[in-house]
Structures are given as structure tokens and as C-alpha cells.
């Protein structure tokens, strides 16, 4: 298996490459150069295993060439030694006679990133060893909250790398800023930005192009790769929890081997679902793919329009990481839907950058709306969900869950298609606790609290115990008080690896 540009690069990579560069030389995104299949005996056979069994199993399909034993040892690190507080680490539960929850957030900062961001680090040590990789690897992060955590602890003290994360200062949670700017490790470096998350992800995305700053970073032994979901080795291990889920349905009996299901995903970057979409390109039985977006619904008009269009307000809400205009990961289906013809992806990609629209239209309309359905929910509606999921189901879900099963429901009542479906619930409720607190207590109980204290009221209220990777966190130091406007990032960068 190789690995091509979406934007025609004319090189092909194995997939250790692709892992350490990140990004394509052209600017582009790293697509198998062919599909995986799976047939209906394989997948059913997942239902026997367990869930690093079945990681190996469909990673392989991508990475072959890592050795079993390699892939394994990977897997076997990342999500072994208690890492993550559930045995089966991505749980199915079961909310309604329908819906299904795939809780992803059962790892040490509570959030999904945290399946794919414990094993991308160590494919990362296998591709330098595989690649003769000299250079230190520096890892460029551009975070609207959860990736940045998540990525600073899996980089943390792994050897041959630094992590370099950058978050929209005012645009997380408190919790989750408190998660960043506390991090330890000798190797991770976090920045506050004064803008907005595409302010921050541009940012980035200005000092991976940078030739210049490329030469210098070669010279004093580094190079950049990056940990966002625009690295193949962030994408390809969400795939698994897709399969693992409908494995686990399989062998509990909610489902027959083969029956088709529906996969809700609360969107923003649009990894989540990409991954998702893939499953579904390799035999997953999968009918439709709804995208919940938030007020931030920039995806929700494409799917339903064709017409991407990024100049819009930005809004500020409790779904933070959905906080999203410009979704990246999106290139990858552009590229797929085109035919694969790259000409077609830049010139999109182009508009996007120079007009901040693009659209399509004919059989790649048809194609997307044939595979997605999409639709937003509005901050009351989040907030009225989260409040009726809790009281008529006992189910405390965070604000980006909350989304997707208000987006569930909405996709129930406009098509009547009652087909079993996998919610994604991305987040623990206790890190976004003020708006999940609010919505079941009412904002005059919570009044004047902060949100470490609304920590420990949800805990005691619900029934719960707090997460052991958000206990304490107030009482943590702050290690990190990089603050820089967007134009100083790539001085921070700079002065971070202390370049000549």
C-alpha cells in the first residue's frame, strides 16, 4: 500500500512516510492509492476479538508495511497499562430501542482524540526507525481544545520528538485550557493564540508551507510532522472504533451480522466522520452517515447545497471543538468524490483559499448526498438535549454528543428510517461541565461556581466519579504562559527550538 496527494504530488510514499511527513509536499493530504476491502467473513470474525486484536487487524490493512509484531506493540502500548478506564476501550451502550452510544472518551484526557493521539506517536518512533530518520521531530499542533491534550500526553517525554501545540487562547473551555497549559514533559511546549481556531489552524498550516523556515529547521537537526487529523496515522486508527462497535453489536446480539446501521458523528474537522466513510468504503454495513453540526453548520449547508462557503460569522459555543470554518480533513473526500483527480481538488481548494467558497455539483452532488445527511442544532437545542437525554435517560452527555443525538433525532424525523444507528458521544460530560451542569441543575444553581467546582457538584449530583485525568486539575501549576497574536507564530517557533 502507497500513499498519493490529494493535490497530484507526483511521488507516492509507503505509509511510514506518509506518517512521519504529515502533510503532502504540495500542500496536500496523504490517500491510500487503493481501496481496502474487507469480506462479510472478516468482519464478522471481529466480533470474537477484543478491541487491540481487531486495531491490529484493520491497521494492517493500511500500514503493511509495519510487521504484525510491530503493529501489536503499538497497539498494545497505546491502549494497555490502563490508559484507558474502560476494558473494552471504546464501549457500546445502549441509550434507546435505536441509538446506540460509542463512548471514545474513556482515555487520559477524556476525549476522543485520545484513541488515535496514544498510538500516533509510537507509529511515529517505528516510521523514523523505518525511514532512517535522522532529524528530531518536531510536532506542529493547531488545537480548538481536545487534540491539543490529547497530543501533548501522548508526545509527552516520547524520545526523538518535541510537541509544539497551539490553541485559540479565549476559544477552550477552562478545563480544557487547564489541561494544556499544566502539562508536563520535557519535550511539550503550548501557545495561546489571540484569534479564533482558524486563526490558529492557518497559522500552522502558513509555517508547514514555509520553505524557508523548512531550511532552517533542517539545518539545526529538526523536522516538522504534524499530530492534527490531516496525519494519516491520526486518521487510520479512528477507522477501528467504527468496526469495533459494530463487532461489539454483532456479538451482543443487538444486530444481525450484515444488517446495516447509521453512524451519527458530531463534526468539525471532519476527521471523525471521514473515518467513518472509510469503514463504509470497506464493507462496513453502514446505510447512512449523518453529520451533526453545531451553529458553526459551514458543513451542514455543503452537504446540503454543495456550496462551501467559510465567509460566514464565526460563533463562539458550548461545542467548542465543532468551532470550525474551515473543515481540512474534508480534502480527502473531495478527492475521492472528484474521481481522484487532483487538478479538480486544488482548483477547489484554491477558490477556498482566494474567494472562500467553492462548490459542486452533477454525480459528485449525487455521490456525497447518497452517502451523508447533515443538519445543525441550534445552542438551545444542545442545552434541551442534554437535559432530556439526562431525565429520560439517566445518560449525562457532554455538549458535542448532545449534538449529534439532537442531529439523530431531527434525521428520525425527516426520513422515518429507524435503522439501528451508532451515536459518536467524543467527550467525557465532565469536561465541559458548566454547560452540561447548567442544562440538568439550571443556571441559578451554578451560579458563581468555577468549573472545577462544578466537577465535583456533577459528581455528586450524578453519581459519577470525576475522571482521573480531570481530578485535581485546578490545584495543578501552570508550566505553560505562551501568549502571541497569529503573525508571531512562527517566531514562537523559532524561539521554542532556539533556531540559528
Same mark, same amino acid.
Given at each position: 500500500?502507497?500513499?498519493?496527494?490529494?493535490?497530484?504530488?507526483?511521488?507516492?510514499?509507503?505509509?511510514?512516510?506518509?506518517?512521519?511527513?504529515?502533510?503532502?509536499?504540495?500542500?496536500?493530504? /496523504?490517500?491510500?492509492?487503493?481501496?481496502?476491502?474487507?469480506? =462479510?467473513?472478516?468482519?464478522?470474525?471481529?466480533?470474537?476479538? !477484543?478491541?487491540?486484536?481487531?486495531? %491490529?487487524?484493520?491497521?494492517?490493512?493500511?500500514?503493511?508495511?509495519?510487521?504484525?509484531?510491530?503493529?501489536?506493540?503499538?497497539?498494545?502500548?497505546?491502549?494497555?497499562?490502563?490508559?484507558?478506564?474502560?476494558?473494552?476501550?471504546? $464501549?457500546? %451502550?445502549?441509550l434507546s430501542e435505536n441509538a446506540y452510544m460509542l463512548e471514545l472518551w474513556h482515555g487520559p484526557t477524556c476525549?476522543?482524540?485520545?484513541?488515535?493521539?496514544?498510538?500516533?506517536?509510537?507509529?511515529?518512533?517505528?516510521? *523514523?526507525?523505518?525511514?532512517?530518520? *535522522?532529524?528530531?521531530?518536531?510536532?506542529?499542533?493547531?488545537?480548538? &481544545?481536545?487534540?491539543?491534550?490529547?497530543?501533548?500526553?501522548?508526545?509527552? !517525554? #516520547?524520545?526523538?520528538?518535541?510537541?509544539?501545540?497551539?490553541?485559540? !487562547?479565549?476559544?477552550?473551555?477552562?478545563?480544557?485550557?487547564?489541561?494544556?497549559?499544566?502539562?508536563? &514533559?520535557? *519535550?511539550?511546549?503550548?501557545?495561546?493564540?489571540?484569534?479564533?481556531?482558524?486563526?490558529?489552524?492557518?497559522?500552522?498550516?502558513?509555517? /508547514?508551507?514555509?520553505?524557508?523556515?523548512?531550511?532552517?529547521?533542517?539545518?539545526?537537526?529538526?523536522?516538522?510532522?504534524?499530530?492534527?487529523?490531516?496525519?494519516?496515522g491520526r486518521l487510520v486508527p479512528q477507522i477501528v472504533y467504527y468496526f469495533s462497535a459494530y463487532a461489539d453489536?454483532?456479538?451482543?446480539?443487538?444486530?444481525?451480522?450484515?444488517?446495516?446501521?447509521?453512524?451519527?458523528?458530531?463534526?468539525?474537522?471532519?476527521?471523525?466522520?471521514?473515518?467513518?466513510?472509510?469503514?463504509?468504503?470497506?464493507?462496513? =454495513?453502514?446505510?447512512?452517515?449523518?453529520?451533526?453540526? *453545531?451553529?458553526?453548520?459551514?458543513? +451542514?449547508? /455543503?452537504?446540503?447545497?454543495? %456550496?462551501?462557503?467559510?465567509?460566514?460569522?464565526?460563533?463562539?459555543?458550548?461545542? $467548542?471543538?465543532?468551532?470550525?470554518?474551515?473543515?481540512?480533513?474534508?480534502?480527502?473526500?473531495?478527492?475521492?468524490?472528484?474521481?481522484?483527480?487532483?487538478?479538480?481538488?486544488?482548483?477547489?481548494?484554491?477558490?477556498? @483559499?482566494?474567494?472562500?467558497?467553492?462548490?459542486?455539483?452533477?454525480?459528485?452532488?449525487? @455521490?456525497?448526498?447518497?452517502?451523508?445527511?447533515?443538519?445543525?442544532?441550534?445552542?438551545?437545542? +444542545?442545552?434541551?438535549?442534554?437535559?432530556?437525554?439526562?431525565?429520560?435517560?439517566?445518560?449525562?452527555?457532554? =455538549?458535542? +454528543?448532545?449534538?449529534?443525538?439532537? #442531529?439523530?433525532?431531527?434525521?428520525?424525523?425527516? +426520513?422515518? !428510517?429507524?435503522?439501528?444507528?451508532?451515536?459518536?458521544?467524543?467527550?467525557? $460530560? /465532565?469536561?465541559?461541565?458548566?454547560?452540561?451542569?447548567?442544562?440538568?441543575?439550571?443556571?441559578?444553581?451554578?451560579? &458563581?461556581?468555577?468549573?472545577?467546582?462544578?466537577?465535583?457538584?456533577?459528581?455528586?449530583?450524578?453519581?459519577?466519579? %470525576? =475522571?482521573?485525568?480531570?481530578?485535581?486539575?485546578?490545584?495543578? $501549576?501552570?508550566?505553560?504562559d505562551r501568549v502571541c497574536r497569529r503573525e508571531e507564530m512562527r517566531d514562537q517557533v523559532i524561539q521554542i527550538?532556539?533556531? @540559528?
Open positions: 500500500m502507497y500513499y498519493v496527494s490529494t493535490r497530484g504530488w507526483s511521488g507516492r510514499v509507503t505509509s511510514a512516510e506518509a506518517i512521519k511527513r504529515g502533510l503532502a509536499p504540495d500542500g496536500g493530504l /496523504f490517500v491510500p492509492d487503493a481501496q481496502v476491502r474487507l469480506d =462479510p467473513e472478516e468482519i464478522l470474525s471481529l466480533s470474537k476479538m !477484543d478491541y487491540m486484536e481487531r486495531a %491490529v487487524f484493520i491497521l494492517r490493512r493500511f500500514l503493511d508495511d509495519y510487521t504484525d509484531e510491530e503493529l501489536a506493540e503499538c497497539v498494545s502500548g497505546a491502549y494497555g497499562s490502563g490508559r484507558f478506564d474502560a476494558a473494552g476501550i471504546a $464501549p457500546v %451502550v445502549k476525549a476522543f482524540k485520545d484513541v488515535a493521539l496514544q498510538l500516533l506517536p509510537r507509529l511515529i518512533v517505528k516510521a *523514523n526507525m523505518k525511514t532512517n530518520e *535522522n532529524c528530531e521531530t518536531v510536532i506542529l499542533v493547531a488545537t480548538s &481544545g481536545d487534540t491539543g491534550k490529547a497530543a501533548l500526553e501522548g508526545f509527552r !517525554d #516520547v524520545r526523538g520528538t518535541r510537541i509544539i501545540v497551539f490553541f485559540p !487562547d479565549e476559544g477552550v473551555s477552562q478545563v480544557q485550557k487547564m489541561q494544556m497549559v499544566t502539562q508536563e &514533559g520535557s *519535550n511539550v511546549h503550548v501557545v495561546g493564540v489571540k484569534g479564533n481556531f482558524d486563526d490558529t489552524q492557518n497559522g500552522v498550516k502558513a509555517i /508547514f508551507s514555509d520553505k524557508e523556515l523548512d531550511g532552517t529547521m533542517l539545518r539545526n537537526g529538526y523536522k516538522f510532522s504534524s499530530a492534527n487529523s490531516i496525519n494519516w453489536m454483532v456479538a451482543a446480539g443487538e444486530i444481525a451480522a450484515g444488517e446495516k446501521i447509521n453512524i451519527t458523528v458530531p463534526t468539525g474537522n471532519f476527521g471523525n466522520i471521514l473515518a467513518s466513510w472509510y469503514a463504509r468504503e470497506m464493507g462496513l =454495513p453502514v446505510n447512512k452517515l449523518i453529520c451533526a453540526s *453545531n451553529d458553526n453548520n459551514v458543513l +451542514t449547508e /455543503f452537504i446540503n447545497t454543495g %456550496v462551501y462557503n467559510r465567509e460566514r460569522e464565526f460563533k463562539k459555543t458550548i461545542s $467548542p471543538s465543532m468551532d470550525i470554518l474551515i473543515s481540512s480533513n474534508l480534502e480527502r473526500l473531495l478527492f475521492e468524490l472528484a474521481g481522484r483527480d487532483p487538478e479538480q481538488v486544488r482548483d477547489w481548494m484554491n477558490k477556498l @483559499k482566494n474567494e472562500g467558497r467553492y462548490a459542486i455539483y452533477g454525480e459528485e452532488k449525487r @455521490k456525497l448526498n447518497e452517502m451523508f445527511w447533515a443538519e445543525y442544532s441550534t445552542e438551545q437545542e +444542545t442545552i434541551e438535549t442534554i437535559r432530556e437525554v439526562y431525565e429520560e435517560y439517566g445518560y449525562l452527555a457532554d =455538549p458535542h +454528543t448532545a449534538v449529534g443525538i439532537d #442531529v439523530y433525532e431531527k434525521y428520525v424525523i425527516a +426520513t422515518g !428510517d429507524m435503522t439501528k444507528t451508532v451515536i459518536a458521544s467524543t467527550a467525557s $460530560p /465532565f469536561k465541559f461541565n458548566r454547560s452540561v451542569a447548567g442544562a440538568i441543575f439550571g443556571e441559578d444553581e451554578i451560579a &458563581g461556581l468555577d468549573e472545577f467546582e462544578l466537577l465535583e457538584l456533577l459528581s455528586g449530583r450524578c453519581g459519577l466519579a %470525576v =475522571p482521573a485525568g480531570l481530578a485535581g486539575l485546578a490545584q495543578r $501549576p501552570v508550566l505553560h527550538l532556539g533556531l @540559528k
